[in-house]
């Protein structure tokens, strides 16, 4: 029953609901619907599907995940970056606005589905840590540049288009003389009026007593009022007739579930993008569930939640829909607005079906202009260049890998960016492992703490040389450790004992145990003693199961105080 529970997380808060927290799940999925459905349309516009795609991306991952996600307010849909990679992919396999392109976007979906729900199945969620966060914020803030210059084109009413932040800008000087100003007029305004309500419209709610929580949360339905505003102004001024470019028919109905036709060449084409996507989206939605989560003193599974967005993705590509993962900015609303459980995402899905069955008609003379200032207002948050200042200050090697990131993907694209961005975190994991911090450490007289000689005024034993390994011992690393060891004796004749204290030693494996043996050996041909101290258990059953230690020509001590009183006693013996 304990394993059904894990696997359906929506059995562990189900048992308990009752009207109070229904209550306040609906009126969170209230909120939370008013928000959706203009950011549902606008990243559809970023994808280069349809609009009501974008609603369709919003029911049934919705219904998906509070089944099979263990974060009590996490709301899941279409969101900017992930939409900004699946255009780049889907326009390398389709061409937009085509059927093909519309099944190639399922297909997407599908494949990120499935890998993110086999990463969870084998409980690989950890592998998403490997991805450095400094990286990943690089990548996002040249993303979100990305993002607002492609939307620039439908603020403008010019057509260019452009991957790269090269092409994006050399496509829309092409093509200024193209400038609509009626568009334009419309692109600016909704732009203005959504930044004033971020802090205006919550001033101006206060002065007339609207309590500060309820005017925060009803400032994020500022975009809804653009789109209702400028749906009246197409209308009033005819927009149509001014060649202002209007999302057009919307279908009314709910997406028929039907699995796409599949093209093992296209699955081929698409199967990269979609793991980079299902990685950064992961990355992206376990770091907002983990907060909010914290929050109320819950916990999230991270193997779990790559099952409930596989399905979330799963459910997307059936509904003939574009990948999917948790967005910050609503999962905040959500949990602002009071949710308790994923309750509150099963009735926002019921909210955004309605919307899809009776309010379409109303889209059909929204500006796309309006929708692409929507983007560009919530994109431009996530960029942030500070992180480039905060690594310069803190480590260097950080730096450089975000730099490089953020210059990669802006000159090269998302794709080369993600590729890049993982390729800097695994090369920063391999760069620190592969160099520990390794210290030549003293006995702090009065006690029996050893520190690094570099720092404190210790005492030291010219015959005793006593070294500290800060990190697990591994392929990477262990010659590292040798070197060190045979520089520190070049630079001292007298050495008899080498100590190596091994507190920060957590693993040992079979290639830092040959360069051990071989160090042993090495020293025993010298005249000098090799010992050990403080070895952790899970190491020190490592070291039983071989013959290192039955080959070990010093001791392993209990304490490093007891490891250098037993080497100083030996050498004033002699």
Same mark, same amino acid.
């Given at each position: ?60 991952? &919705? #219904?998906?995940? /509070? ?5 009590? !307010? @996490?709301?899941? $849909?279409?969101?900017?970056? *992930?939409? %900004? ?86 496509? &829309? #000087?092409?093509? /200024? ?5 009626? !568009? @334009?007029?419309? $692109?600016?305004?909704?732009? *203005?009026? %959504? ?380």
């Amino acid at each position: 029953m304990q394993s059904l529970a894990n696997f359906f997380p929506i059995t562990a808060w189900l048992r308990a609901y009752d009207r109070v927290v229904l209550s306040r799940d609906l009126m969170a999925a209230v909120i939370v619907t008013i928000m959706l459905i203009p950011q549902s349309l606008a990243y559809a516009l970023l994808a280069g599907v349809p609009a009501e795609v974008g609603l369709y991306a919003s029911i049934v991952p &919705l #219904l998906a995940y /509070a089944v099979f996600g263990t974060s009590r !307010t @996490l709301s899941v $849909g279409p969101v900017a970056v *992930a939409s %900004l990679m699946s255009a780049a992919a889907l326009s390398e396999v389709a061409i937009q606005g085509t059927a093909d392109y519309l099944v190639a976007a399922a297909i997407l979906a599908l494949l990120s589905g499935l890998f993110l729900t086999l990463m969870g199945l084998l409980r690989l969620g950890f592998l998403a840590n490997f991805l450095s966060h400094p990286v990943i914020s690089g990548f996002i803030t040249a993303s979100g540049i990305l993002i607002a210059l492609s939307q620039v084109r439908h603020v403008l009413g010019v057509d260019a288009h452009g991957d790269t932040l090269v092409e994006l800008l050399s496509g &829309l #000087l092409e093509n /200024a003389a193209e400038l609509n100003i009626a !568009t @334009l007029v419309t $692109g600016l305004a909704v732009i *203005a009026f %959504l930044y004033w309500s971020r802090s205006g419209a919550a001033r101006l709610l206060r002065h007339l007593n609207v309590p500060a929580h309820t005017a925060g949360l009803l400032t994020k339905a500022a975009p809804v009022l653009g789109v209702v505003a400028t749906i009246a102004a197409a209308v009033m001024f005819d927009f149509e007739a001014r060649d202002v470019s209007l999302v057009g028919a919307v279908p009314a109905g709910l997406p028929s579930l039907h699995l796409p036709t599949i093209d093992w060449a296209l699955i081929e084409a698409l199967l990269p993008a979609a793991i980079m996507i299902s990685i950064i989206g992961y990355v992206e939605s376990v770091s907002v569930g983990k907060t909010l989560a914290a929050k109320r003193r819950q916990r999230i599974d991270m193997n779990q939640e790559l099952v409930g967005l596989g399905m979330a993705n799963i459910g997307s590509g059936f509904s003939g829909a574009f990948p999917v993962t948790g967005g910050f900015s609503r999962s905040v609303v959500n949990f602002d607005a009071g949710a308790e459980t994923q309750m509150a995402s099963v009735f926002t899905a019921v909210g955004i079906a309605l919307a899809s069955i009776f309010l379409t008609p109303f889209l059909y003379y929204l500006p796309k202009a309006t929708l692409a200032a929507t983007i560009i207002v919530a994109v431009l948050s996530l960029v942030d260049f500070s992180i480039l200042k905060k690594t310069w200050q803190f480590s260097r090697s950080d730096f450089f890998a975000v730099l490089v990131t953020i210059v990669v993907t802006l000159l090269f694209g998302v794709e080369a960016g993600v590729t890049c961005g993982v390729a800097a975190s695994i090369a920063l994991f391999l760069f620190r492992t592969s160099k520990p911090h390794i210290a030549e450490v003293g006995l702090v007289e009065g006690t029996e703490h050893f520190r690094n000689i570099k720092r404190h005024r210790v005492l030291t034993v010219p015959e005793v040389l006593t070294i500290r390994v800060d990190e697990s011992l591994m392929f990477s690393n262990a010659a590292f450790l040798e070197e060190r060891v045979y520089e520190d004796l070049a630079n001292n004749k007298q050495v008899r004992h080498v100590i190596l204290m091994c507190s920060a030693i957590n693993e040992i494996d079979w290639s830092a145990l040959e360069v051990l043996e071989a160090l042993n050996e090495r020293l025993s041909e010298l005249g000098i003693t090799l010992h050990l101290s403080e070895v952790k258990g899970p190491v020190m059953d490592s070291l039983q199961r071989t013959g290192f230690l039955q080959h070990l020509t010093g001791k392993v001590y209990l304490t490093q105080f007891q490891a250098f009183n037993a080497a100083r006693g030996a050498v004033a013996g002699n």
